[in-house]
């Protein structure tokens, strides 16, 4: 059973370059997340989709886009990569509710922007 | 502002001891709390909760325990195993009609045989 799957695993890119982030879950979840996680700073909300249609920003939206393509599907993407959003990237879902469910993740995306 | 704190970035136990790892948090209406975690390139899992309405929960080895007058909440690893080495993230919502959950920087745990 395969989760939440994220690719790519590994990611570097140029300043300004742009990249789409995937995340797939296959357990009829109906919230799904994004988080980056960087030193010293725990793991901090970008986006999340509380069902299928709907999107919101968390902490952290800025040079971030996202797009909730159907109910399994949840992408990030950065039109214009900076060095400051170097970071790992977690997409995690939730049981359907989001009413104090534990979240699902997947493992992660290393991004280093140059 | 880091509304949810872990003050120790490490913690180093023998096997067979007691792990105790800190978390504080300063948002008083946080009323549900959970731990987290997080071995090298993997994703966190879930490892325990509690909801504020207890002081106490225990599953197994690991039993955490709240403090809601000092905004305080702690994780027990008993007996503690070399398996147990990852790094534990402490979270910590409110309902507002969808949980969002605030994450801790994390205490890399390492038990050693």
């Known amino acids: 059973n395969a989760g939440v799957t994220q690719t790519p695993k590994f990611q570097v890119l140029k300043t300004g370059q742009s990249m789409t982030l995937q995340c797939a879950q296959d357990?009829?979840?109906?919230?799904m997340y994004w988080y980056r996680q960087d030193p010293g700073m725990g793991l901090r909300l970008i986006y999340y989709?509380?069902?299928?249609?709907?999107?919101d920003k968390g902490e952290v939206p800025n040079g971030y886009n996202v797009s909730r393509l159907n109910k399994r599907e949840f992408s990030l993407r950065l039109e214009s990569a900076a060095p400051s959003q170097t970071s790992v990237y977690f997409c995690?879902?939730?049981?359907?509710?989001?009413?104090?469910?534990?979240?699902?993740f997947g493992s992660g995306t290393q991004l280093s922007v140059l | 502002d880091q509304q949810v704190k872990q003050n120790s970035p490490s913690l180093s136990v023998q096997e067979g001891r007691i792990s105790i790892l800190n978390c504080d948090y300063t948002?008083?209406?946080?009323?549900?709390f959970l731990w987290y975690k997080k071995y090298p390139a993997e994703g966190p899992t879930f490892l325990i909760s509690?909801?504020?309405?207890?002081d106490k929960n225990e599953d197994g080895r690991f039993t955490v325990f709240l403090n809601k007058s000092a905004k305080h909440l702690s994780l027990h690893i008993v007996p503690s195993q070399p398996g147990d080495s990852a790094v534990y993230f402490c979270?910590?919502?409110?309902?507002?009609?969808?949980?969002?959950?605030?994450f801790g920087t994390g205490t890399r745990l390492l038990v050693s045989p």
């Open positions: 995690a879902s939730s049981a359907p509710g989001g009413l104090r469910e534990k979240l699902f």
């Open positions: 357990m009829n979840h109906n919230s």
């Open positions: 989709s509380a069902s299928e249609g709907t999107t």
């Open positions: 948002n008083s209406m946080f009323d549900y």
């Open positions: 509690i909801s504020s309405i207890k």
């Open positions: 979270a910590a919502s409110r309902y507002t009609g969808f949980q969002k959950l605030v």
